[in-house]
């Protein structure tokens, strides 16, 4: 069973209608009920070694630093304040002290900008394979929470970050033609998030709902159209060069943009008119659902499919 089909499965046979609580099917949990001024939002990731990252060309530092990144990306794309961190690991014998200590420096780099405490976590063994889990708690003003299930019809769709790099900086790794000083390999191993550019838009404008890009920018947009029962166009003819340093009009790095994941950039929608700059675009629109809730439409505007939108676990 594929990754979505059973998140779903599983929603539905948790589902409890006696809360306020936004729960399963988002980024992350919203727990209205533990305080009057502020929301509680809790995100969980677990990261497997040769499934979401290989030591072969990961340092111990990287691995740690992406862990991090990975999940404050979730929280701040809700509009959240991330706060403290929980860390569980399962270690193989291959992997020793000052590897794991590495790690850490990585994580706490990563969480340093935003004073996140490490507050807790387990540790276990392992047979073969590095195993990391990360929970990651933080806060929003009371029922600001951004979430993907409020995309409005007529809503421009924007991008802020970096789109697609991530891929193609895996690419050249998985090749083992590669040079750690590459722009895409640094952004695939140390994802950039742009905090302070996205508390900026939140400061002058009405978001309506957003996403941040783990599996695809494609999959991820369907994610918030499917919760918003609103369809998303996606037009090839946007300023992709403005989000992709490497964007040069083939197919090949499109392809990436469009559902190559692990961005940790921002989507979102809007119904103003927000300026494009580096690392923001508008890429698309809300509009009535239809028979799908993505679409694609190339620059003669005619709907174009991909064999995949984006990074499915099955």
Known sequence: MQEFKLIQKIKELTNN?????????????????MSENTDVLVTADILVENIHFSLKYYSFYDVGYKSAQANISD????????????????????INEENIL??????????KPFNIEISG???????????????LIGTAEKNK????????????????GFVGESDLGLKKLLSGNYDYNDESVKTHLRPKLFYDKWQNILS????????????GLLQDASHIAEESKVTINIYESSNWHLVNRFF??????????????????????SKEEIPEENNLIKIGKVTELSNEFIKFIDINNKEMHFDSLGFVHS
């Open 17 to 33: 209608n006696n809360t306020d609580n936004i729960n399963i099917g988002d980024d992350c949990a919203v727990i209205k009920n």
């Open 75 to 94: 929280i701040i794309c809700k509009g959240a304040y991330p706060k403290n961190a929980f860390i569980s690991l399962s270690i193989p014998k291959k």
């Open 102 to 111: 590495e790690w850490y420096r990585g994580f706490l780099d990563a969480c």
């Open 121 to 135: 976590g387990d540790i276990t063994g392992s047979n073969d394979y590095f195993f990391i889990s990360i929970t």
């Open 145 to 160: 929470s951004i979430l993907r299930s409020n995309a409005k019809i007529n809503d421009n769709v924007y991008v802020l």
């Open 204 to 215: 002058k404008y009405k978001i309506n709902s957003s996403i941040d890009i783990s599996d």
């Open 248 to 269: 040069d009009n083939s197919k090949e790095v499109l392809k990436s943009i469009l559902t190559g994941g692990e961005d940790y950039a921002v989507i979102f929608t």
